[in-house]
């Protein structure tokens, strides 16, 4: 039975915490048809239909216009065989094959311990994204008052559980046209003997034991846990009843005595250009357009992760040191993004994030740079990022190889804590376009930092263009910088249960 609960309210930090810093993690994409509002040409991921293509072409030409650009070049196409197809040749794959060093600051001297990467090469490298590719959180960001709406007890799967629907009010009375309200659900075990650790999943969710809402069970979108279901083995026979299936990552959590939350990221930001004027970003803008360096949805979706941590230091029941953050896709270059600008998360699940996530910006190979750049998918950067997608402008011309930084300083800035890169195969939907080489190239290069820090990395050599790729389904797990590509396809599913053993392992759990 649902009851109405007392209110409890957390100030939150004026401006995001920037301990370690900015990933990028952008919107992993698997074939099917390209959504209503997504960019020519896009790959077949579901992408959320853009409410107002008209809204955000115009923002789109405003963000160019303040940057001096006349002409961006258009991303590829992921269906292959078309003469804009994005290429998939290794020959041509790396025409940018030195990566910015992750120890040279910008002075060009070497960082050689862990004091100097703390005090001076991390802050340059953080400095970088928030310019250049992710936005800066403006310090006037409101501050957010939680309350609890809901609580229940109910049984996920086997497991008794208690629940909470928390609400999380941004103060709009600098501009009371626009209601920011965070909207999470929390569940913890019944049976715990003591604060319990929780990972923060980005999508929708429910409380449990309420109904699905009509046309479908209601899981988060985009492969994320609540649908986080294995494949079943291959090779039944016809006929033969299917394959039993491991439990969603919720009920695998729970059964090892952690929590779980869901974070709307539409309930931050939306997805899309036209809604830059809205959300926390419009709010803080007062409904005004964004500059170049504003902050993009995947800067602002790593923020309500950190506000919903705010209220989880609150909560007695949650064990805060231990808190972690996932996501697929889209959301998958959002928690990577969270995990670096916030060194409060002591865990990360990358999950299928591809361009503007792990994948490497440099590598032509699948989604490119160009993508990002283009209508369907900017409002995820900061607008100067629309830089580096120009073909004609008052500054010349851009591309990649002049990003200042690249994905492998973006997993560089979440060590020493752990840090899990996760990925499927393009035989079940996790396409090519999403580029599994290009990450995990970028988590070889990230190694040296780890290291330099006291901490295992992936363990498998330095940074190269031509790395032996770890089979599909052989672990990588040795260290605080993990990988794992399992035989499914756009989801972390069936990587939970190596997850979750992996996270007990490295937070100390028992």
């Given at each position: 039975m649902f009851k109405r609960s007392d209110r409890l309210v957390v100030k939150a930090p004026v401006a995001m915490l920037l301990g370690v810093c900015a990933a990028l993690t952008a919107h992993a994409q698997a074939p099917a048809p390209a959504a209503a509002g997504a960019p020519a040409g896009a790959p077949p991921a579901a992408r959320p239909p853009n409410p107002s293509a008209e809204l955000t072409a115009a923002d789109h030409k405003d963000m160019q216009q303040q940057l001096g650009i006349t002409k961006l070049r258009p991303g590829p196409s992921g269906t292959e065989g078309r003469p804009d197809s994005a290429n998939y040749d290794e020959a041509l794959a790396n025409p940018f094959p030195n990566?910015?060093?992750?120890?040279?600051?910008?002075?060009?001297?070497?960082?050689?311990?862990?004091?100097?990467?703390?005090?001076?090469?991390?802050?340059?490298?953080?400095?970088?994204?928030?310019?250049?590719?992710?936005?800066?959180?403006?310090?006037?960001?409101?501050?957010?008052?939680?309350?609890?709406?809901?609580?229940?007890?109910?049984?996920?799967?086997?497991?008794?559980?208690?629940?909470?629907?928390?609400?999380?009010?941004?103060?709009?009375?600098?501009?009371?046209?626009?209601?920011?309200?965070?909207?999470?659900?929390?569940?913890?075990?019944?049976?715990?003997?003591?604060?319990?650790?929780?990972?923060?999943?980005?999508?929708?969710?429910?409380?449990?034991?309420?109904?699905?809402?009509?046309?479908?069970?209601?899981?988060?979108?985009?492969?994320?846990?609540?649908?986080?279901?294995?494949?079943?083995?291959?090779?039944?026979a016809p006929g033969a009843p299917p394959a039993p299936r491991e439990p969603p990552a919720t009920e695998q959590l729970l059964a090892a005595g952690w929590g779980y939350a869901y974070l709307n990221p539409s309930s931050v930001q939306a997805d899309n250009g036209a809604g830059l004027t809205k959300g926390i970003i419009g709010l803080t803008n007062k409904g005004q357009r964004r500059k170049p360096d504003d902050w993009g949805s995947l800067r602002a979706w790593g923020w309500g992760a950190s506000r919903a941590l705010d209220y989880l230091e609150t909560d007695k029941s949650i064990d805060a040191k231990r808190v972690g953050i996932e996501g697929v896709s889209r959301y998958g270059k959002a928690a990577l993004v969270t995990m670096a600008f916030d060194e409060r998360f002591a865990v990360v699940l990358i999950g299928s994030s591809g361009e503007g996530g792990a994948k490497l910006h440099r590598r032509n190979f699948g989604e490119a740079v160009e993508n990002l750049t283009g209508s369907g998918e900017y409002h995820w950067m900061a607008g100067n990022f629309l830089k580096y997608g120009a073909a004609e402008a008052s500054f010349?011309?851009?591309?990649?190889?002049?990003?200042?930084?690249?994905?492998?300083?973006?997993?560089?800035?979440?060590?020493?804590?752990?840090?899990?890169?996760?990925?499927?195969?393009?035989?079940?939907?996790?396409?090519?376009?999403?580029?599994?080489?290009?990450?995990?190239?970028?988590?070889?290069?990230?190694?040296?930092?780890?290291?330099?820090?006291?901490?295992?990395?992936?363990?498998?050599?330095?940074?190269?263009?031509?790395?032996?790729?770890?089979?599909?389904n052989e672990s990588v797990l040795d260290g605080k910088l993990a990988w794992r590509q399992h035989d499914g396809g756009h989801t972390d599913g069936?990587?939970?249960?190596?997850f979750i053993p992996w996270a007990n392992r490295e937070l100390g759990i028992k």
């Open positions: 990566l910015p060093d992750v120890l040279k600051l910008e002075n060009g001297r070497k960082v050689t311990t862990a004091k100097e990467w703390r005090e001076k090469r991390r802050p340059e490298i953080i400095e970088l994204f928030e310019r250049e590719v992710l936005g800066r959180v403006p310090k006037n960001v409101p501050k957010i008052s939680w309350s609890v709406t809901e609580t229940t007890t109910a049984k996920v799967g086997e497991h008794a559980v208690n629940a909470k629907h928390l609400q999380g009010k941004a103060d709009n009375s600098a501009y009371p046209e626009i209601d920011v309200n965070i909207d999470v659900v929390l569940v913890t075990p019944a049976n715990a003997k003591g604060p319990v650790p929780v990972m923060i999943m980005f999508g929708g969710g429910r409380m449990p034991g309420a109904p699905a809402p009509a046309g479908g069970p209601g899981g988060p979108p985009g492969g994320g846990p609540g649908a986080a279901r294995g494949p079943a083995p291959a090779g039944g010349g011309s851009r591309n990649a190889g002049d990003i200042p930084v690249d994905s492998h300083e973006l997993l560089a800035l979440c060590a020493p804590r752990a840090t899990f890169i996760s990925y499927g195969v393009p035989e079940k939907g996790d396409a090519n376009w999403l580029d599994q080489k290009g990450s995990y190239m970028a988590a070889l290069a990230a190694g040296p930092v780890f290291r330099l820090l006291g901490v295992k990395d992936l363990g498998r050599g330095e940074y190269t263009t031509t790395p032996k790729m770890p089979a599909v069936p990587n939970w249960r190596y």
